[in-house]
């Protein structure tokens, strides 16, 4: 069994295209110079229409996290650990922290991102300690 | 705007058969409940002018109250089904006490029933309640539902220094409610221990912070408050209602330990006039217990971080000083997901009636009722009493 596969549509075809090249890409306003995820059509800021896309550091910390005992279903190997990443450019998303025995997993920890395989045609950002390795 | 103090009641409730009830489909639960419901309020299904119900995920219908209304042949004019996950229940009664109060009708029942236990495999019940994540930016990393609850409590832990002792103690409390009521799904007592000791499912949460997976439905009726005093049973007030919506996907949250549950709280204090100290119970959604420690702050009962201090002090459970979940709630009482909040619901009627037998709250004039839906994201408070006010 496979795990769960995002619908690559609409706006976030960039944040996905840039997922396979590596590169973590989030929206940014022209207008008052927000930066945003997920994707919309608007800028959750200022309202503004006007959005083009940069590409992030890849640096963030942990907002929180919760090591998953019991598997979502047999796509995914119990224990991983699902997390909460505050991005160095501000949003918030939501992922993996791999690489690493989760005991050493603290909110406000330091991590950075990397790019898994999810398909044969997709990658998706998921994140390891930025003190490890 | 128009206030709904007073201004509509709940004259008949029922549950269905609730737990493990293999014999019965979603939709049949659904309707044993609302006959029951009628049979309590002394009333004919033909006099029932609105219906709103609620879809189940084990036994989906496209128009799910237009159907319901069909299988019992009664012909509403005014009927939908709604659906904001846990939230439902008391959203709707916000809904049909406007459309009461404006007319669209004078007779309204409110049911729903799901059978997440004996309708869907462990896994399809998994899968579908998770599927509350955003299908892109969420549910590839697979968080199951005690995940995204479980990131709420590790927040809180870490902010306020909240102990898994603290939650444990709602689950106890919840379980020694739930002792009191022969319907209630788990009735062996519970110690912090037997809790912690349980198995991890999702750190912090341990087996016995997470509610049960059940089968179940109830139903309630409401007209207005003139209406009502001619219903056998003593009518149960609406004095305060309100709403707050903040996200649906967790990563989108404003806050992951302030709720707005704050902006559905302040709302039906202010329309009842009344505050958390004039509560003589709460019943407080608890899918999980991290859930009961946020609403109690949230809701104005202790300060923000104070919860899993008040908790431990004034008590909640049957001789704590604000008893919560009289029925046992979530976790001990019956959980069939969407419908979980209806068992508060009919229990404050009864608790308000004085007919809650071995678990009535002395003196219970007013409670407040809180329920959430998504990843603390849709809120609606209740406050009902014995008096319109």
């Known amino acids: 069994m496979s795990r769960i596969q995002p619908q690559v549509s609409g706006l976030s075809r960039e944040f996905f295209d840039g997922c396979n090249k590596g590169v973590l890409r989030l929206q940014h306003c022209k207008s008052c110079k927000a930066i945003q995820f997920y994707p919309r059509v608007f800028c959750k800021v200022c309202s503004g229409r006007n959005l083009d896309w940069v590409n992030a550091s890849g640096k963030g910390n942990v907002a929180s996290f919760t090591v998953v005992r019991k598997a979502l ?17 501000g949003p918030r998303m939501m992922s993996n922290i791999v690489n690493c025995e989760p005991e050493l997993v603290t ?4 991590v950075r991102v990397v790019f898994l395989a999810w398909s044969d045609t997709l990658s998706l950002p998921v994140f390891e300690l930025s003190n490890e390795k | 705007m128009i206030s709904l103090r007073g201004k509509v009641a709940l004259v008949g409730a029922a549950d269905s058969q609730v737990g493990i009830v293999p014999d019965l489909d979603a939709n049949e639960l659904c309707a044993d409940a609302i006959l029951l419901s009628l049979a309590d309020a002394g009333i004919d299904k033909d006099q029932v002018d609105g219906l709103i119900t609620c879809n189940s995920m084990s036994k989906p219908l496209l128009y799910h109250a237009e159907a319901m209304a069909e299988y019992l042949q009664i012909f509403p004019r ?37 059978c997440l236990r004996s309708g869907l495999s462990r896994e399809q019940s998994l899968l579908v309640q998770s599927s509350t994540g955003h299908p ?15 990131l709420i409590a590790q927040a809180h832990m870490a902010k306020f220094g909240t102990l898994p002792e603290h939650f444990a103690e709602i689950a106890v409390a919840c379980r020694a409610h739930a002792v009191q009521n022969k319907t209630a799904q788990m009735r062996d007592p519970i110690t912090v221990e037997d809790v912690l000791n349980s198995r991890m499912i999702a750190d912090p949460l341990h087996l016995l912070d ?15 408050a003139e209406r009502a005093v001619d219903f056998p049973h003593p009518p ?20 992951l330990t302030t709720s707005a549950a704050r902006e559905s709280s302040k709302q039906a204090y202010v329309m009842a006039g009344l505050g958390p100290k004039d509560m003589q119970f709460a019943q407080l959604y608890d899918c999980f217990t991290p859930t009961v420690l946020l609403e109690l702050e949230d ?3 202790c300060e923000k971080g104070e919860g899993g201090p008040f908790i431990s002090s004034v008590g909640i459970g049957p ?39 071995k678990r009535q709250v002395s003196n219970a004039n007013v409670g407040l009722l809180h329920a959430q839906g998504g990843v603390m994201s849709s809120h609606t408070t209740l406050i009902l009493g014995r008096d319109a006010g």
């Open chain 2, 299 to 301: 809701l104005g009962f």
């Open chain 1, 73 to 89: 279903t047999e796509g995914y190997k119990e224990p991983y650990i699902v997390a909460l990443i505050d991005l160095k450019e």
């Open chain 1, 107 to 110: 909110v406000g920890v330091d």
């Open chain 2, 78 to 114: 005014y009927c939908f089904a709604a659906g904001a996950g846990g939230g439902t229940t008391f959203s709707i009664l916000h809904h049909a006490a406007s459309a009461i109060v404006t007319g669209m009708a004078d007779i309204i029942v409110i049911a729903m029933a799901d």
């Open chain 2, 236 to 255: 149960i007030y609406l004095l305060g209602v309100g709403e707050g919506h903040s996200h649906e996907h967790i990563s989108q949250a404003r806050s």
């Open chain 2, 136 to 150: 892109q930016f969420e549910q590839p990393y697979g968080p199951t539902v005690p995940a995204y609850y479980a």
């Open chain 2, 210 to 224: 997470c509610s049960l997976v059940s089968d179940g439905g109830a139903a309630i009726v409401m007209t207005s």
């Open chain 2, 319 to 357: 001789d704590g000083a604000l008893p919560v979940n009289t029925h046992g709630g979530l976790l001990s009482h019956c959980h069939p997901g969407n419908p979980g909040s209806m068992f508060a619901l009919t229990e404050s009627i009864w608790q308000l009636r004085h007919s809650a037998g």
